[in-house]
């Protein structure tokens, strides 16, 4: 995350508006589920489209989906599954944070994620 000294929350949130993109995409990690922290030797790991998630805090608590989008300008998932209802009718996705997510099921077919990995134990 970025480094912030503050504990002013105005500045806490210019911090993260005024991020770099690089920095901006560290706020896309969300926790491993236990068995995977387990195999892999890792708490928290970047969402990638292709993850499988589990909403653990809002309305859609409990909820699993497949991730269909990674915004990182707003920092921002859309989760397959959630979406919300407008007036008219039709149902829209709802953007979900990183953090309130824990990832169930990795997305390994890039080489370059696997190896970071390790390949578990």
Do not use: C, W
Not at 94 to 109: F, Q, Y
Request: aromatic fraction near 4%; hydrophobic fraction near 30%.
């Amino acid at each position: 995350m970025v480094r912030i000294e503050s504990k002013q929350p105005r500045k806490q949130r210019k911090a993260r508006y005024t991020a770099t993109s690089h920095e901006k995409s560290r706020f896309l990690n969300a926790p491993l589920s236990i068995s995977l922290q387990e195999k892999y030797s890792k708490q928290t790991l970047r969402v990638v489209k292709g993850d499988t998630v589990k909403l653990t805090r809002g309305d859609f608590t409990g909820q699993e989906g497949v991730v269909d989008e990674v915004d990182t300008v707003r920092a921002k998932l859309v989760v397959h599954g959630v979406s919300s209802t407008k007036a008219d009718g039709t149902e829209v996705p709802r953007m979900v944070d990183a953090s309130k997510v824990e990832i169930t099921k990795l997305n390994l077919n890039d080489n370059r994620r696997e190896e970071k990995l390790g390949g578990g134990k």
